[in-house]
Structure formats: C-alpha cells, structure tokens
C-alpha cells in the first residue's frame, strides 16, 4: 500500500518561497503520476500542479511562473517549489497519486498524504 507524507510546510511573508516534500513508502513512485493539490478554508480542494513519472508537468493558471513541480525517482519524493507566495496561496497542501491520470482533478488520484499547513502573512 502506497503511503504519502509531506513535509516542508510554515509561515512565510508575502514573496518568500517554500518547498513541499511528499516523500512515499510501501511502493516505489516511479509508476504513478503524483498531484499537488491545496485546500482553503470554505473552498474547495483545487488541482496544483501535477507530475507523470516520465516527468511532464501541469500547472494551474493561478501558480504557473510561480510554482515548480519536480520529481527525484531515486528518493521516492516530489517536489513543489513554490516562489513569490501571495496570501491567497494560504492552504493546506496534499499530494497524491495515481496510477492512471495526469489531471489536475482530485477524484482522480487514489493515494492521499496528511497535508501540509501553508500560511502566507506579513
């Protein structure tokens, strides 16, 4: 059984940068595509950014240019760089995955980590 967990979460100012691990055990990595996703309080769990284990990438229009979603096979991590933060990015970020999609849509991954509280404030 496929198990995430991510890790890199905090507090940063308007502007700063953080990167999120989403380390996994129990499988290898290198047969899912791996998604970020981030969830707001009142709102709805929205699609990130995604990953395929080839290594080709999706972004949403509201983090492309800011956000960067990489993959090292070898450690069994994906990353999500995140650069020039703005509060609206304040969230708690999950990471999933899935045998078979490249989407940015939730109900498509099968495999959940905890999440990962972002804040973003001055």
């Known amino acids: 059984q496929l198990q995430l967990v991510e890790s890199g979460g905090g507090l940063v100012q308007p502007g700063g940068s953080l990167r999120l691990a989403c380390a996994a055990s129990?499988?290898?990595?290198?047969?899912?595509?791996i998604g970020w996703f981030r969830q707001a309080p009142g709102k709805e769990r929205e699609g990130v950014s995604c990953?395929?284990?080839?290594?080709?990438?999706r972004y949403a229009d509201s983090v492309k240019g800011r956000f960067t979603i990489s993959r090292d096979n070898a450690k069994n991590t994906v990353y999500l760089q995140m650069n020039s933060l703005k509060p609206e990015d304040t969230a708690v970020y999950y990471c999933a995955a899935s045998r078979w999609a490249f989407s940015l849509n939730a109900r498509t991954y099968d495999y959940w980590g905890q999440g990962a509280q972002i804040t973003v404030s001055s």
């Open positions: 990953i395929t284990s080839g290594g080709s990438t």
């Open positions: 129990g499988n290898t990595l290198n047969d899912y595509a």
